[in-house]
């Protein structure tokens, strides 16, 4: 049979992170007991006065069309949310919401890149950001930092990876999957060099801004002469625990966040309507509802440092945000245990998988192929049980 599916897809990466989800669910269901700290969720419930907004919507019938680029209300909300939180400025005409910070991301690539176009990625990065860029026919190059750098990129690195090719660079502060977080100085340098290049572009993915354990996130589009040229990516998925429901926004020149709105209205119409609804209660409260899961999360990440430095061969940088640790785990490269040989981080985690019944997922996915990511959005009792296992099958 003559092959019926595209290059385009044909050609492209599964998600890894889902993948690993998905193979740890289908092992579960079959009897085996699986602990996932492989996926980036919350394992919180939605607060209860973002599900109560939820419940009214149904009873005030919003079940027809939203706008395609979101409720003016929703998007006031989101513009009050921008100066309270990121000291942005935005008006209602560059705000768009979406099915998703992953729609977010997906509509940037496909309204701003043509083939060939240079999108800038400092590794380790988000799994789907390359293909993203890919599917839009961009060329993802990747700038790669280690543990020495706190996994991240100097601009001396930026410099150096910028040809007349760079349409944009794209980066999450904090990061996913390295947990770091780019300072004010820090912003400020890779604004610098970006300063000289006046046409590139620069995503700020800062869907991870409250789980940030050393207070002061900084967006880069505040930064001098950054504003007119960063798409300031965020969602509610991480912070308010709403992973499902799917909802993601941007800040962005106008003429950026009009093309978003064309092209979200020929692809999904628009984002869930009661899922919008529910977005306006979550985003007008105060950051203190939800303090409660960043301090937890501040708990858990000194738990599994401490858990995981117990581990000889574990490299492992202080992460100041988001939840996930990402160990250089290439110590182990070359040797074999209980009969199998690990040569690559993958080999690594499918070993952990295998052996020690913990999912994790490979750092290759994220663009570095020296460590796997360990999201630590999971019970105390899971995180312990989890690093006891693994300490016991290395
Ligand atoms: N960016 C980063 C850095 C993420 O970790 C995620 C994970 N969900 C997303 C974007 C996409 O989030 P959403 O659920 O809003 O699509
Ligand atoms: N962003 C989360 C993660 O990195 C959720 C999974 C996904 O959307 O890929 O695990």
Redesign the pocket.
């Given at each position: 049979m003559s092959n019926h599916l595209s290059n385009r897809i044909t050609n492209m990466s599964t998600s890894a992170t889902l993948a690993m989800a998905a193979k740890a669910r289908e092992l579960r269901n079959s009897g085996k007991d699986i602990i996932g700290l492989s996926l980036?969720e919350p394992d919180f419930n939605i607060p209860d006065f973002i599900k109560d907004a939820a419940k009214q919507a149904i009873d005030d019938n919003y079940s027809s069309y939203s706008p395609v680029d979101g409720y003016a209300d929703l998007k006031q909300s989101i513009a009050n949310k921008f100066k309270r939180d990121n000291n942005l400025t935005y008006g209602l005409n560059q705000i768009v919401v979406s099915t998703?910070?992953?729609?977010s991301?997906a509509n940037i690539a496909m309204c701003m890149l043509n083939k060939g176009d240079e999108v800038i990625l400092p590794a380790p990065y988000?799994v789907s950001y390359s293909d993203i860029v890919k599917l839009a026919e961009g060329t993802p190059v990747e700038v790669p930092t280690s543990i020495d750098t706190d996994f991240k990129m100097t601009p001396a690195q930026l410099e150096a990876a910028i040809t007349p090719n760079t349409k944009m660079m794209w980066f999450?502060s904090p990061c996913?999957p390295s947990g770091s977080v780019y300072s004010k100085e820090e912003l400020e340098g890779l604004a610098e060099v970006l300063k000289k290049h006046p046409n590139i572009y620069v995503v700020s993915?800062e869907?991870?801004e409250h789980i940030n354990f050393r207070g002061g996130h900084v967006s880069i589009a505040g930064i001098d002469g950054m504003y007119n040229r960063t798409i300031t990516v965020n969602?509610v998925?991480k912070a308010f625990a709403m992973?499902g429901w799917?909802i993601?926004y941007i800040g962005a020149p106008e003429s950026i966040a009009k093309a978003c709105t064309k092209f979200q209205g020929q692809n999904t119409s628009g984002a869930n309507a009661i899922a919008q609804r529910a977005t306006i209660a979550a985003l007008d409260a105060p950051v203190s509802k939800i303090q409660f899961m960043i301090d937890e999360f501040h708990k858990r990440r000194d738990l599994i440092l401490e858990l995981l430095g117990e581990i000889e061969g574990f490299k492992l940088n202080v992460p100041e945000g988001a939840f996930y640790v990402f160990p250089d785990i290439s110590d182990f490269f070359g040797k074999t245990l209980n009969g199998t040989t690990i040569n690559t981080a993958s080999d690594f985690s499918m070993y952990l998988l295998e052996n020690a019944n913990v999912a994790t997922v490979t750092g290759e996915a994220f663009g570095n192929p020296n460590c796997i990511r360990i999201s630590y959005a999971a019970a105390e009792k899971e995180l312990r049980e989890a690093v006891s296992r693994i300490k016991a099958v290395l």
């Open positions: 980036g998703g910070a992953k729609q991301l988000w999450s996913n993915d869907i991870y969602g998925s992973t799917r993601g």
